[in-house]
């Protein structure tokens, strides 16, 4: 994972997620296991009756995938789903409260509900926490194509899916339309998919089975994937550029940054490195000229059509050239 | 049995932080009497979690500090 999606190369040169909080909003997490030691700096429980430790296994499993791959995020743990998984609303939006509270940069929600939430509590707090500049990345589901989980059906929202090796889908991956017909998932990673699973840390502590790793697979596990990109970007964007990117940079560096449309018309699978390079490269605040580039993208398929359509357009022919190279191009051209 | 009481946990959103604070403030002094229990209060979200029958939702919108009361539906993990 390092080498295939370009974190190795963000590692060899400080870029670590150093000093950016990630709150993973999970069933808790073992912090005293060893891929973990340290890097959890912060634990609550909102389960009634439950520890801030993690008595499933799941909530570990995500960290540690961002504990490898941001090495020196600042964890901060949010148990809002119980021994067995399960949570309910109530507790669940006790993470963007949290998240707020903290001021935290990410969070990281690789849970979900088939239910239609498009005008509810969690859509309000999703947008909350947004306007405090928390960036929240939800896994996508695992409901296979047409169906998509709540909250990362929520407009603008980043949501995660899973792919397989070849960078197809994977046949569980949730896609669809999102609330307002926006593709979702936004991007994949390599989470785990038809033919292969990752291997994470798991809790010694779990009901379900004692263990202290896991192979395992699942929306759930590639999501904490492009949380650790999100968080590498914000420590990138910080340190060397003097600015924080918000949720709509976010999504929009990640059409981008890989110029692939894929089923659904999401991003594709987004490598590490090339987000960065594309963060830093296009800067903040093109989300309105992404969406307006997406969506001439969609009405223009013929080249020559759009050939004419730019040689009668009076602007300059610098302009006209970005213009081409991002509708043709399907990105910003960086590698 | 002559009849079965539900309570069901809501989560109620209010329009901003003053009708917040007067809703806590209700529930605090007169939850009891008027049969709603305060489980939990997110003040970033001005939101709070309670405990009620679902025929006091509409006593709820009636103090006009509520601008959405909805179930608190379950939520799963999202690993096969």
Same mark, same amino acid.
């Given at each position: 994972?390092?080498?295939?999606?370009?974190?190795? %190369?963000?590692?060899?040169?400080?870029?670590?997620?150093?000093?950016? %909080?990630?709150?993973?909003?999970?069933?808790?997490?073992?912090?005293?296991?060893?891929?973990?030691?340290?890097?959890?700096?912060?634990? $609550?429980?909102?389960?009634?009756?439950?520890?801030?430790?993690?008595?499933?296994?799941? /909530?570990?499993?995500?960290?540690? !995938?961002?504990?490898?791959?941001?090495?020196?995020?600042? !964890? =901060?743990?949010?148990?809002?789903?119980? %021994?067995?998984?399960?949570?309910?609303?109530?507790?669940?939006?006790?993470? =963007?409260?949290?998240? !707020?509270?903290?001021?935290?940069?990410?969070?990281?929600?690789?849970?979900?509900?088939? !239910?239609?939430? *498009?005008?509810?509590?969690?859509?309000?707090?999703?947008?909350?926490?947004?306007?405090?500049?928390?960036?929240?990345?939800?896994?996508?589901?695992?409901?296979?194509?047409?169906?998509?989980?709540?909250?990362?059906?929520?407009?603008?929202?980043?949501?995660?899916?899973?792919?397989?090796?070849?960078?197809?889908?994977?046949?569980?991956?949730? *896609?669809?339309?999102?609330?307002?017909?926006?593709?979702?998932?936004? *991007?994949?990673? =390599?989470?785990?998919?038809?033919?292969?699973?990752?291997?994470?840390?798991?809790?010694?502590?779990?009901?379900?089975?004692?263990?202290?790793?896991?192979?395992?697979?699942?929306?759930?596990? +590639?999501?904490?994937?492009?949380?650790?990109?999100?968080?590498?970007?914000?420590?990138?964007?910080?340190?060397?550029?003097?600015?924080?990117?918000?949720?709509?940079?976010?999504?929009?560096?990640? =059409?981008?940054?890989?110029?692939?449309?894929?089923? *659904?018309? /999401?991003?594709?699978?987004?490598?590490?490195?090339?987000?960065?390079?594309? +963060? %830093?490269?296009?800067? $903040?605040?093109?989300?309105?000229?992404?969406?307006?580039?997406?969506?001439?993208?969609?009405?223009?398929?013929?080249?020559?059509?759009?050939?004419?359509?730019?040689?009668?357009?009076?602007?300059?022919?610098?302009?006209?050239?970005?213009?081409?190279?991002?509708? $043709?191009?399907?990105?910003?051209?960086?590698? | 049995?002559? #009849?079965?009481?539900?309570?069901?946990?809501?989560?109620?959103?209010?329009?901003?932080?003053?009708?917040?604070?007067?809703?806590?403030?209700?529930?605090?002094?007169?939850?009891?009497?008027?049969?709603?229990?305060?489980?939990?209060?997110?003040?970033?979200?001005?939101?709070?979690?309670?405990?009620?029958?679902?025929?006091?939702?509409?006593?709820? #919108?009636?103090?006009?500090?509520?601008?959405?009361?909805?179930?608190? #539906?379950?939520?799963?993990?999202?690993?096969?």
């Amino acid at each position: 994972m390092l080498d295939k999606l370009g974190f190795r %190369k963000l590692h060899e040169v400080g870029i670590t997620g150093k000093g950016v %909080k990630v709150v993973v909003a999970d069933t808790g997490v073992y912090s005293s296991h060893p891929m973990l030691y340290g890097k959890v700096k912060g634990e $609550v429980s909102f389960v009634p009756d439950e520890p801030v430790t993690d008595l499933c296994g799941h /909530g570990t499993s995500v960290a540690s !995938i961002i504990a490898c791959l941001a090495p020196d995020a600042d !964890i =901060y743990s949010v148990k809002v789903l119980d %021994k067995d998984g399960h949570g309910y609303l109530g507790w669940i939006l006790h993470a =963007y409260d949290y998240s !707020i509270s903290i001021g935290a940069d990410v969070m990281n929600m690789s849970l979900g509900s088939p !239910i239609n939430c *498009c005008v509810s509590s969690i859509a309000m707090a999703h947008y909350r926490a947004v306007s405090y500049g928390v960036i929240p990345v939800y896994a996508v589901g695992n409901y296979g194509a047409g169906r998509v989980s709540c909250p990362a059906m929520v407009w603008g929202s980043v949501s995660v899916g899973s792919s397989n090796l070849d960078g197809d889908p994977a046949s569980f991956s949730s *896609c669809g339309a999102g609330c307002l017909g926006d593709p979702k998932p936004l *991007c994949m990673e =390599y989470g785990g998919g038809d033919d292969y699973c990752i291997l994470t840390a798991w809790s010694p502590e779990s009901v379900l089975f004692r263990s202290e790793t896991v192979c395992i697979r699942g929306t759930s596990q +590639a999501t904490p994937i492009f949380s650790s990109i999100v968080a590498l970007t914000v420590q990138m964007m910080r340190d060397k550029e003097g600015v924080k990117p918000n949720n709509n940079d976010i999504v929009s560096w990640a =059409y981008q940054s890989t110029g692939t449309r894929v089923r *659904c018309g /999401g991003a594709g699978v987004v490598d590490a490195y090339r987000y960065v390079i594309t +963060a %830093k490269s296009v800067g $903040v605040g093109t989300w309105f000229l992404a969406r307006f580039l997406e969506g001439l993208r969609s009405l223009i398929t013929n080249k020559d059509v759009l050939k004419s359509i730019l040689m009668f357009t009076p602007a300059p022919w610098y302009i006209k050239a970005i213009i081409y190279s991002h509708i $043709v191009g399907g990105g910003g051209g960086h590698s | 049995m002559d #009849y079965l009481v539900v309570v069901v946990r809501f989560i109620v959103h209010c329009w901003n932080k003053d009708s917040y604070n007067k809703l806590v403030e209700l529930l605090q002094t007169k939850g009891a009497s008027l049969g709603i229990r305060l489980l939990s209060k997110l003040p970033q979200l001005n939101t709070v979690v309670v405990e009620m029958d679902p025929d006091k939702v509409g006593k709820l #919108y009636s103090t006009g500090l509520v601008r959405l009361i909805e179930a608190s #539906y379950p939520f799963g993990l999202e690993s096969v």
